[in-house]
């Protein structure tokens, strides 16, 4: 336990690792800085207004050194965890290195004492894909700075909402029988998310791990193929039947994963060409200098499944990444569907009814239309409906809603959605509440879209005979769903006493027969 209450910067606090990070080293007893592109991303964590959490607005892209050396001023520590993971080629390679060299050069102006990375294993050599390779470029490009890193390689990270843990899952519980890429017979060696945090944490207060690159796993080393067998296992699933073929390319297999899993093929490629190399740990210095207890893949996806199974996943993969600039509705030709309804119910229970869009539970009408276009979506690369939502009650800024994402919430006010489907032009659903004239909700929901083009405005006259039946049908259901809420919570609301000084008159026995 940290009794100085260091400080410490946290670059991606929005990110999967990020924002599991943050609440561990506040636990730790160390105060944190994080470092953020968008901050309202993080206005609904538990942990936000604590005085010893504080937030600064950056973007790595294109900061210099010296106006991140402002914002690392006063951290005895900065965790990088940062690397891009939707781009391809020699250009994103590029960009990620320019990235740790500012911020190297930033902590050193800023006189940090330790940057802490977290890498990925691989074996050594020529044969590293392009993901890994880039991931141990930026660690060298770290490591020459004058700050010390302390560089963590790990394998998959098995956790609730990471992204190689959703790909196992989905393709587990949706392929009875597998056609896979001969990667599945590959070792790795698996760390679940507990361990990941745990070194993250352990490293700050263990001054050995300054300066070094250190492996770090799980109890077990076993195939992809075996981690499947287990995750059907715990899944109590049927055994699943594997046939690997050499022919599935790196490329193919991310269109595989794209279309059983959320993961889209973009986030899919890197991750499907890394499956490829052997990620075993090569030395135990790391256990040595920082003992815990390490987890085994069927503990950790065990886990894993109780998070997802009782809601309690606190971060995703999907919620990283920039978020989307408003567009310019002033701009150009904007079609605007708007429709309103009165529901006798509050705002809060309209707004609980609103929030529930998407995921498990549905649209609330057209159910089978959502379906089909999600399908659609997937065909052309889009995300479709698979990504679902981290919470069935909950939702925050930036969360993604199936192939929707939160850009504007405001508490029993309103939602606002923007597509991320693959559409010829830009679509936002908006839902605006506000106190009905003669009691209850007044509800109205309004759909924008901006067309790129004629075969933006082909599209939008195709589906605009379909919107009565949708987002009529949607605003139904809402109601429905608001007004049940509202006779729910009357029904649980305790009798008032009788006046003091009263008994009430008892109710008449019926004769006995």
Same mark, same amino acid.
């Given at each position: 336990?940290?009794?100085?209450?260091?400080?410490?910067?946290?670059?991606?606090?929005?990110?999967?690792?990020?924002?599991?990070?943050?609440?561990?080293?506040?636990?730790?007893?160390?105060?944190?800085?994080?470092?953020?592109?968008?901050?309202?991303?993080?206005?609904?964590?538990?942990?936000?207004?604590?005085?010893?959490?504080?937030?600064?607005?950056?973007?790595?892209?294109?900061?210099?050194?010296?106006?991140?050396?402002?914002?690392?001023?006063?951290?005895?520590?900065?965790?990088?965890?940062?690397?891009?993971?939707?781009?391809?080629?020699?250009?994103?390679?590029?960009?990620?290195?320019?990235?740790?060299?500012?911020?190297?050069?930033?902590?050193?102006?800023?006189?940090?004492?330790?940057?802490?990375?977290?890498?990925? /294993?691989?074996? /050594?050599?020529?044969?590293?894909?392009?993901?890994?390779?880039?991931?141990?470029?930026?660690?060298?490009?770290?490591?020459?700075?004058?700050?010390?890193?302390?560089?963590?390689?790990?394998?998959?990270?098995?956790?609730?909402?990471?992204?190689?843990?959703?790909?196992?899952?989905?393709?587990?519980?949706?392929?009875?029988?597998?056609?896979?890429?001969?990667?599945?017979?590959?070792?790795?060696?698996?760390?679940?998310?507990?361990?990941?945090?745990?070194?993250?944490?352990?490293?700050?207060?263990?001054?050995?791990?300054?300066?070094?690159?250190?492996?770090?796993?799980?109890?077990?080393?076993?195939?992809?193929?075996?981690?499947?067998?287990?995750?059907?296992?715990?899944?109590?699933?049927?055994?699943?039947?594997?046939?690997?073929?050499?022919?599935?390319?790196?490329?193919?297999?991310?269109?595989?994963?794209?279309?059983?899993?959320?993961?889209?093929?973009?986030?899919?490629?890197?991750?499907?060409?890394?499956?490829?190399?052997?990620?075993?740990?090569?030395?135990?210095?790391?256990?040595?200098?920082?003992?815990?207890? /390490?987890?085994?893949?069927?503990?950790?996806?065990?886990?894993?499944?109780?998070?997802?199974?009782?809601?309690? @996943?606190?971060?995703?993969?999907?919620?990283?990444?920039?978020?989307?600039?408003?567009?310019?509705?002033?701009?150009?030709?904007?079609?605007?569907?708007?429709?309103?309804?009165?529901?006798?119910?509050?705002?809060?229970?309209?707004?609980?009814?609103?929030?529930?869009?998407?995921?498990?539970?549905?649209?609330?009408?057209?159910?089978?239309?959502?379906?089909?276009?999600?399908?659609?979506?997937?065909? @052309?690369?889009?995300?479709?409906?698979?990504?679902?939502?981290?919470?069935?009650?909950?939702?925050?800024?930036?969360?993604?809603?199936?192939?929707?994402?939160?850009?504007?919430?405001?508490?029993?006010?309103?939602?606002?959605?923007?597509?991320?489907?693959?559409?010829?032009?830009?679509?936002?659903?908006?839902?605006?509440?506000?106190?009905?004239?003669?009691?209850?909700?007044?509800?109205?929901?309004?759909?924008?879209?901006?067309?790129?083009?004629?075969?933006?405005?082909?599209?939008?006259?195709? @589906?605009?005979?379909?919107?009565?039946?949708?987002?009529?049908?949607?605003?139904?259901?809402?109601?429905?769903?608001?007004?049940?809420?509202?006779?729910?919570?009357?029904?649980?609301?305790?009798?008032?006493?009788?006046?003091?000084?009263?008994?009430?008159?008892?109710?008449?026995?019926?004769?006995?027969?």
């Amino acid at each position: 336990m940290n009794t100085t209450r260091e400080r410490v910067l946290v670059t991606g606090a929005t990110g999967y690792i990020g924002g599991r990070l943050i609440p561990e080293l506040l636990l730790a007893g160390y105060s944190v800085r994080c470092h953020v592109r968008t901050p309202r991303k993080l206005l609904d964590r538990p942990w936000i207004n604590r005085p010893s959490v504080e937030v600064v607005e950056g973007d790595l892209t294109t900061a210099t050194a010296e106006e991140l050396a402002e914002q690392l001023r006063g951290c005895t520590a900065a965790y990088y965890l940062i690397h891009s993971m939707i781009s391809a080629g020699e250009e994103y390679a590029e960009r990620d290195r320019a990235m740790a060299r500012t911020f190297a050069r930033a902590a050193e102006l800023a006189g940090v004492k330790r940057i802490i990375y977290l890498g990925g /294993l691989g074996e /050594l050599g020529d044969g590293l894909s392009e993901h890994l390779a880039s991931r141990r470029e930026v660690g060298k490009v770290l490591a020459e700075g004058k700050v010390p890193v302390t560089e963590l390689r790990a394998a998959m990270i098995i956790g609730s909402g990471s992204a190689s843990f959703e790909i196992l899952r989905y393709i587990v519980e949706r392929l009875p029988v597998m056609i896979t890429p001969r990667w599945v017979s590959t070792e790795s060696q698996p760390i679940g998310i507990d361990n990941v945090l745990g070194y993250l944490v352990k490293c700050l207060s263990t001054p050995e791990t300054a300066g070094r690159t250190l492996d770090i796993g799980g109890a077990d080393i076993l195939s992809y193929r075996e981690l499947m067998r287990i995750m059907a296992e715990e899944r109590g699933l049927s055994r699943r039947w594997i046939l690997p073929v050499p022919v599935l390319t790196p490329k193919l297999s991310s269109w595989w994963i794209h279309f059983v899993t959320p993961i889209g093929h973009r986030i899919a490629r890197p991750l499907a060409e890394g499956l490829r190399n052997r990620v075993v740990v090569r030395d135990d210095t790391a256990a040595r200098l920082m003992p815990q207890r /390490l987890y085994g893949a069927r503990e950790a996806i065990a886990a894993a499944l109780t998070r997802v199974r009782d809601n309690k @996943v606190e971060t995703m993969w999907s919620m990283a990444g920039a978020m989307p600039g408003d567009p310019d509705w002033a701009g150009g030709t904007t079609y605007v569907d708007a429709r309103t309804i009165d529901i006798e119910a509050d705002r809060a229970q309209v707004f609980g009814a609103v929030c529930r869009v998407g995921g498990g539970h549905g649209w609330y009408a057209a159910d089978t239309l959502w379906k089909i276009r999600g399908f659609l979506d997937r065909l @052309v690369g889009g995300p479709g409906l698979r990504r679902g939502r981290r919470n069935p009650e909950q939702v925050s800024y930036g969360e993604a809603l199936d192939f929707w994402r939160v850009t504007g919430i405001e508490r029993d006010r309103g939602l606002r959605l923007r597509a991320e489907m693959r559409l010829p032009g830009v679509a936002e659903l908006e839902f605006q509440l506000e106190d009905a004239e003669g009691g209850g909700t007044r509800l109205r929901q309004v759909a924008r879209f901006r067309p790129k083009g004629l075969f933006g405005l082909a599209y939008w006259y195709s @589906v605009l005979p379909l919107h009565g039946y949708v987002f009529r049908g949607m605003l139904g259901g809402i109601r429905r769903a608001a007004e049940e809420a509202s006779r729910n919570d009357r029904s649980r609301s305790p009798r008032p006493d009788p006046p003091v000084g009263l008994t009430p008159t008892p109710t008449p026995e019926p004769p006995v027969s």
